[in-house]
């Protein structure tokens, strides 16, 4: 993403696009073969693709210190968007990198990117100058999804940092008429998607969130800049895709909230 204006589509490539990720397949075949991905690290670079799935090095604020949550933004990886990133190539037609990227908030190339994620964001800390910087970026045409955080406290850490990136904008909840909602699937379900502990406890909530809620940010212009994935775990689904006793509905629910937030970004 050019740093100078924000990113257009013209409009056959946008229609090309969305037509293209129709061949999503549906939740039967969300199921991937085990082994499929490999482990890889942070400066492991390839050829850019379509799409580049960005993920978020924060540091972490004065909770995760004391505790074991130091480096709380590497939850689930990379596995979660290595799974992701072969059912976008796979099942659809959008040309998206093997690999994810890993950026800090300070890194001048994020500006190249349209779409990051963030997760487990009750832990992350945020300064001013980092602050201003992903305001920058969200103001000049950015998204960011935030996902894997529970609870009021998890909630509190993460909006006193998003505070400081737009202390002038109000987190609100999502209209169920949304484009984003709607782009490619027509998302009406709102199923709370839990973490693979739900295997074994049968407990779908962390803590005291009980209620899942699919909250944003928006611009001046009414586009969506921050999908906030509250009291839900998306990014577990995505790894644990080929788990036989993950829920399958949840997994195909999980990949089609990550499929239209990717081609919302792409095209707004």
Not at 42 to 63: I, K
Not at 66 to 83: I, K, L, N, Q
Not at 106 to 124: C, H, K, Q, T
Not at 130 to 142: C, F, H, I, N, P
Request: one cysteine or more; charged letters at 25%.
């Amino acid at each position: 993403m050019n740093p100078k204006r924000r990113p257009q589509m013209p409009d056959f490539a946008r229609k090309l696009l969305v037509t293209g990720c129709i061949a999503v397949a549906g939740a039967a075949g969300l199921a991937f073969a085990q082994g499929d991905f490999r482990t890889v690290t942070v400066d492991e670079r390839e050829e850019p693709g379509e799409f580049q799935f960005v993920r978020l090095a924060y540091s972490g604020n004065r909770y995760a210190q004391a505790g074991y949550r130091g480096e709380a933004w590497r939850t689930d990886w990379p596995e979660a968007e290595h799974h992701f990133l072969k059912g976008i190539n796979r099942l659809t037609t959008v040309d998206a990198a093997d690999q994810g990227r890993v950026l800090i908030p300070l890194d001048s190339n994020i500006y190249d990117y349209p779409w990051i994620y963030a997760v487990e964001v009750g832990y992350w800390y945020l300064n001013v100058q980092e602050a201003a910087r992903l305001r920058d970026y969200l103001l000049r045409g950015g998204f960011l999804m935030v996902d894997d955080f529970h609870g009021t406290f998890e909630w509190a850490a993460f909006k006193a940092s998003m505070d400081r990136v737009f202390p002038d904008r109000p987190i609100v909840d999502i209209p169920e008429d949304d484009e984003a909602f709607h782009v490619l699937y027509d998302l009406d379900q709102r199923i709370q998607i839990p973490s693979r502990m739900y295997i074994y406890s049968g407990v779908t909530y962390e803590r005291d969130g009980y209620t899942p809620y699919w909250r944003g940010i928006y611009d001046d212009e009414g586009r969506l800049m921050v999908a906030i994935n509250h009291n839900m775990d998306i990014g577990d689904a995505w790894e644990h895709a080929d788990w036989p006793d993950y829920p399958e509905n949840m997994t195909a629910l999980a990949y089609r909230f990550g499929v239209n937030y990717l081609i919302y970004a792409m095209t707004h």
